[in-house]
């Protein structure tokens, strides 16, 4: 059983020059994340002014991509399916809060990504982690980070392989696993620099060489950080094989019914025929 080409329809449409801003965005993403081991020591002075430059830098960047990606195709239709979900996934995430790993966010952020297009999936990753920062009072040099990463799980989700039935929840499931374990890889490395004491052996120390700064932000991830990002996964391993059948059906309902990028077409009104031209 194939899925109708109907519901293959993205939500938001990427036009090629927001592509390439969002191949760029990634670029830039990944020297915000792994500036550690590229940046060479006392090129910003201290070791807390790069975070902060990327992370101002982020916001700029997730800015230009979202309005791109407005640029190039999102109706009203998609702007209220947008709202709403990420009113939701605000309103759930607090439910886990990260405590012992569980969060509630990437589930609704997977599903929605891989029905509603990568488009969809990126900037609902943005506003739901935005709008639950508001909420929780979580905002933060660590927000851009986060709304960053959530928008790369969301968007890679829509750009996973086709598959139908029981395949595609399994196919899910396993990348809502890896994405636990992805996002607090990366998200440990916007704050491992000056977390840690510096005389300790797993601490970053500037000058070090790749495979030794390497090496010890390994040791650093396992030792403070692995429990927590298995109980993320597993979260969202659990949420998606239970529910996610169901709620794939609802929003693919939803999205047939809305049909995003249907063409609209503004007919003149006929005009009533007056009494004279009806004799």
Do not use: H
């Amino acid at each position: 059983m194939s899925v109708p080409a109907q519901l293959r329809i993205t939500a938001i449409r990427i036009t090629p020059r927001a592509g390439v801003i969002i191949a760029l965005a990634a670029c830039v993403g990944l020297v915000a994340f792994f500036w550690p081991f590229v940046v060479a020591p006392g090129k910003f002075g201290s070791s807390y002014a790069p975070p902060l430059i990327f992370g101002a830098l982020l916001v700029l960047v997730l800015c230009v991509v979202i309005s791109e990606i407005a640029e190039g195709g999102i109706n009203s239709k998609a702007l209220a399916m947008l709202g709403v979900l990420s009113a939701v996934n605000a309103a759930i995430r607090p439910l886990g809060a990260g405590t012992a790993g569980i969060e509630t966010v990437f589930f609704i952020l997977v599903l929605a990504g891989r029905v509603y297009g990568p488009g969809f999936g990126f900037t609902l990753g943005c506003t739901s982690l935005f709008a639950s920062a508001l909420i929780t009072g979580g905002v933060g040099p660590w927000m851009p980070y986060q709304m960053f990463g959530c928008a790369f799980v969301g968007m890679l989700a829509g750009l996973l392989p086709r598959a139908t039935g029981r395949r595609e929840v399994l196919l899910l499931a396993v990348y809502g696993s890896l994405s636990g374990y992805l996002f607090g890889f990366l998200l440990n490395l916007s704050f491992w620099p000056f977390s840690l004491d510096p005389n300790s052996s797993i601490a970053y120390l500037p000058g070090l060489p790749f495979t030794e700064q390497w090496q010890r932000y390994i040791a650093f991830d396992l030792a403070t950080s692995l429990g927590w990002d298995t109980g993320r996964a597993v979260t969202n391993f659990i949420c998606i094989t239970l529910a996610g059948p169901a709620v794939l059906t609802v929003f693919r309902r939803a999205a047939r019914k809305a049909r995003f990028q249907a063409p609209v077409r503004f007919a003149a009104r006929p005009s009533p025929r007056s009494p004279d031209t009806a004799r």
